[in-house]
């Protein structure tokens, strides 16, 4: 099954840019190692120590070290881009960037916010093999002290502006990455209150969080009717094909549990029309596919067969208009390269119709993100 016929080109929907050097996509370690008086003369020293695999929040991650090393910008993923053609017939038209906002030494995370806008809107998008850049989506917490006034700034510096990302995930394993310290969850005052400026600007809140989290989004639903609220890597159903962290999906009957309580909350979310699912983050270690950064898919085939029943799940649920697809490059590409997981969804959903086909890969994410 190809695209080619169906769509010009596919909208992926979840890209990360950053060059450890310039933009403010650091880890926390890297920032501690770079302030070090010996380690200015020598920057890069800096760059290969951040990638050591010891640092916590990455291993709690599951991401693989060698990507924070080297740059990845527009030229990087088209040369990375330029297999899809083969596997799906078409190539990729337009990127929707997602904030790659790990925080920073130096500056609150308002201002490494829009720094961070600031690198990915000024990259030489839609050049050479490049695809354009139809969208950014901003890192933000509705909840924080001057949420509004910061995304205000950030409008009033770009158009490309289609989002907020806010990282609130937060497991009961210790060894899962917590994103956020928030207490409140989504319902404090003070978050709706923030949430407010998302709606004023019709803007998309983006979610990043697991699925034990995801009734919280019903009631945000509820309250913000006319809001898109994006669900992003399927609700991220930690350990679901194998142990995760120290206690999570170790056994089978685990993993059952963690399955059946990922189903019933994505259709309980499915029943609120402002909520769609990007399908994201389908080769994310998170999801249990071992216990190594890297190598842990073993090709296309694989692939497809671990995520099918989850994507066909939420293709069931939702439908062909309020599902998104996105690579989540380069995250992803330790386990599976963008070929391989654009080939893989094909796989899953190649026989559903090419209505879906043309919404899933571009129709949805150019309204959602109003890409023309």
Not at 295 to 324: C, K, Q, S, T, Y
């Amino acid at each position: 099954m190809t695209l080619s016929g169906v769509i010009p080109g596919i909208v992926d929907a979840h890209v990360h840019f950053y060059d450890p050097m310039r933009s403010t996509w650091a880890l926390s370690r890297f920032s501690r190692v770079a302030a070090m008086p010996v380690i200015n003369r020598f920057p890069r020293a800096a760059l290969w120590l951040s990638g050591l695999p010891s640092h916590r929040s990455e291993t709690r991650l599951m991401i693989d070290p060698s990507i924070v090393r080297t740059p990845y910008e527009p030229r990087q993923y088209g040369a990375e881009a330029s297999g899809v053609r083969r596997a799906a017939g078409v190539g990729i038209d337009t990127v929707i960037g997602v904030e790659a906002h790990w925080g920073g030494s130096g500056a609150t995370k308002s201002d490494s916010s829009f720094a961070e806008t600031r690198y990915v809107t000024g990259l030489p998008f839609g050049r050479s093999r490049a695809p354009r850049l139809g969208g950014f989506v901003v890192s933000g917490d509705p909840g924080a002290p001057g949420f509004a006034d910061d995304l205000d700034d950030q409008l009033r510096y770009t158009g490309l502006v289609r989002g907020v990302r806010c990282k609130w995930a937060s497991h009961p394993d210790p060894q899962v990455v917590h994103a956020s310290r928030r207490s409140g969850g989504l319902s404090s005052s003070a978050f709706l209150r923030g949430f407010e400026a998302i709606e004023r600007h019709d803007l998309a809140f983006h979610s990043f969080a697991y699925s034990h989290q995801l009734g919280e989004l019903d009631l945000l639903a509820r309250r913000f009717p006319t809001t898109t609220i994006v669900v992003e890597h399927l609700g991220l159903p930690v350990g679901v094909f194998g142990p995760v962290g120290s206690e999570t999906g170790m056994t089978a009957a685990a993993r059952a549990e963690i399955l059946s309580l990922w189903r019933d909350r994505i259709a309980m979310l499915a029943a609120r029309s402002n909520i769609v699912v990007k399908v994201s983050g389908l080769a994310l270690g998170l999801l249990g596919y071992g216990r190594e950064t890297s190598g842990n898919i073993g090709g296309r085939d694989i692939l497809a067969e671990m995520i099918g029943p989850l994507v066909l799940h939420v293709v069931d649920r939702f439908g062909p208009d309020r599902v998104v697809f996105g690579s989540d490059m380069p995250v992803d590409r330790p386990n599976a390269t963008i070929d391989v997981v654009v080939g893989a969804l094909l796989d899953v959903v190649g026989d559903r119709g090419d209505h879906l086909l043309a919404h899933l890969f571009a129709k949805n994410a150019q309204r959602i993100y109003r890409v023309d």
